[in-house]
């Protein structure tokens, strides 16, 4: 079964300080990965997602993720955070081919202070 | 990118009554969608997937009889709660994914719909 474990429940930074969300995930093949935001009482905006070729995706807003197979990985960054970064943040794994469903994990609410 | 509505928005309603919820396609025809149920703080949870002219694949432990889901278009799937509950107070989120060759083939969500049971 496909699972995301995303260890840091609730991150605070400063604006302008780069950020690191942590992301594992477990999946019997190739799986197909994301990244999304969602603020408060808000649906969900794909930030990135990796489906193969290059491990370094760009997303929105400014955001990156690396694909590390060895470690089960998929850690988000952003070099500098803006105040309007502040929301929840989840993972998600789903796999290729077809309409698969996706798991997502636990979410990570990220608190930028001034 | 495409977009996906839900209708209300909100909802307030008695214990026992049926309160429906639309998620809709609003430019591009979706065959699978999505509904997902989210607790205060917590993750969203995949209730069921909605295929257009057949049945809802509800997940275990969701009970079909209670969340009835109807996809009887290309861009519209509703999500019925019935008899509902102060424990069925959640927000509940839909997602469709766009067909291969229609644009990116990937899954957007709707803004969620707030339901509250008193």
């Known amino acids: 079964a496909q699972s995301v474990t995303q260890p840091d429940i609730h991150i605070t930074v400063s604006e302008g300080a780069s950020l690191e969300l942590r992301c594992n995930y477990s999946?019997?093949?190739?799986?197909?990965l994301f990244w999304y935001v969602q603020s408060p009482g808000q649906g969900l905006q794909l930030l990135l997602k990796?489906?193969?070729?290059?491990?370094l995706v760009q997303g929105i807003k400014g955001f990156e993720a690396e694909f590390k197979r060895s470690q089960s990985s998929f850690n988000l960054r952003k070099p500098s955070v803006h105040w309007s970064d502040a929301a929840e943040y989840f993972c998600?794994?789903?796999?290729?081919?077809?309409?698969?469903?996706?798991?997502f994990g636990t979410g990570t609410k990220l608190q930028v202070i001034p | 990118g495409a977009v996906v509505s839900q209708h209300p928005s909100r909802v307030i309603c008695k214990s026992g009554t049926s309160v429906k919820i639309e998620c809709r396609s609003l430019?591009?025809?979706?065959?699978?969608m999505f509904w997902y149920r989210q607790f205060p703080k917590q993750s969203l949870m995949l209730m069921a997937t909605s295929n257009e002219g057949s049945k809802a694949t509800y997940e275990q432990g969701v009970e079909k009889d209670k969340f009835l889901i109807n996809h009887a278009s290309l861009t519209l799937s509703t999500l019925t709660v019935t008899s509902a509950h102060p424990e069925d107070s959640s927000f509940y989120i839909c997602?469709?994914?766009?067909?291969?060759?229609?644009?990116?083939?990937?899954?957007?969500f709707g803004p969620g719909t707030r339901l509250t049971v008193t």
């Open positions: 999946y019997g093949a190739t799986p197909y």
């Open positions: 998600a794994v789903g796999g290729s081919g077809g309409y698969q469903k996706v798991t």
């Open positions: 997602s469709a994914y766009t067909i291969p060759g229609q644009g990116d083939y990937e899954q957007y």
């Open positions: 990796y489906f193969s070729g290059d491990t």
């Open positions: 430019d591009f025809q979706a065959t699978t």
